[in-house]
């Protein structure tokens, strides 16, 4: 923070202050796939503002209506729950619907609502987010779509606004990894970075690197983030978009293997002779690339049959005295998500 006293945190009012804050769920709260939804007995003031009409939601609920405009007497012994969804646009953009329900198949509101014994309990994350990420957007991105969906959704999160370069590997280096379920950032992929190695350097590091972490694109490089959102099954998006849909496979749950690589070198050492067996190509090269993941970019795919858990890493190269046309061609495959093998 700008006065010295700590890394910055959001406050219950979704204001910045000094310390870690954590944010409690509501009750009852569960993702599911693309939805997002919450149970609990509504309050009789928030009746008020419900005008939409919804079909009955599924089992097990035994009776349900839909939640009507109007007062409700004091006797109601029904239950309330709330589906939040972030449905598509005909433009592809997600946007944000609520349906609020009534249950009421029961005699008594212990009978018709859902207890938190039934619903597992939710995920414990810490968010680390780069407030200068994204040219300054990041944090905004954050509160204005990160933090209301992950909330809706029940996770329980604290937030740490990163302050200098490396801040995010030297907290996960003394981080209690057993307090936590996993680690997101949300930034670029720089800041993920920092936090594998920060897990890499820690004493425990075969342990510390079993724990999941995850990443919400708000930075200016957002490579990981398109893979991710890739093989979450969603087309390519960008901006505010692809954040929707990295948050939405937060709220989901799960994790998926990730390979990773760390190459040492000898002090002072450039080179090295290649093992036996190993196939020698010469000639002028303009681009060489070697990859773990699928992209280069958010939309920028330089490998598509690349898998974050299938031991490879991946050589692209394009030869000397290629065309500008062809060049051209070759980093339109790219955001088409279906580069040639070699120009």
Partial sequence: SKDGRGPLALNKDGDRGAGPVSVKPPLLRRP???????????????????????????????????????????????????????PRGRRGGRRRAARTFRADGAAT????????????????????????????????????????????????FNLIQTERHNHARELVQGLSLSEWDGIVTVSGDGLLYEVLNGLLERPDWE?????????????????????????????????IDLLLNCSLLLCRGGSHPLDLLSVTLA????????????????????????????HLGADLVAAPHARFDDGLVHLCWVRGGISRAALLRLFLAMERGCPGREP
């Fill in 32 to 86: 599911e796939q693309e939805l997002t939804w919450s149970w609990g007995h509504r309050p009789r003031s928030a009746l008020d503002r419900v005008k939409a009409m919804a079909p009955p939601p599924p089992p097990p609920l035994t009776a349900s209506t839909p939640l009507l405009h109007g007062d409700r007497s004091p006797s109601d012994s029904a239950a309330y729950f709330c589906i939040y969804t972030y």
């Fill in 207 to 239: 342990e510390a690197v079993k724990t999941p972490v995850g990443i919400l694109p708000c930075g200016s490089g957002n490579a990981l983030a398109g893979a991710v959102n890739q093989h979450g099954g969603f087309e390519p998006a960008l901006g």
């Fill in 267 to 294: 002090s002072g050492s450039r080179c090295t002779p290649l093992p036996p067996g190993w196939v020698t190509m010469e000639g002028d090269f303009v681009l060489i690339l070697a990859i773990s993941p699928s």
């Fill in 109 to 156: 509101y212990e009978e018709n609502q859902i207890t938190p014994d039934l619903l597992p309990r939710p995920p414990r994350l810490l968010l680390l987010v780069n407030p200068f990420g994204g040219r300054g957007l990041a944090w905004q991105w954050c509160k204005n779509h990160v933090l209301p969906m992950i909330s809706e959704a029940g996770l329980s």
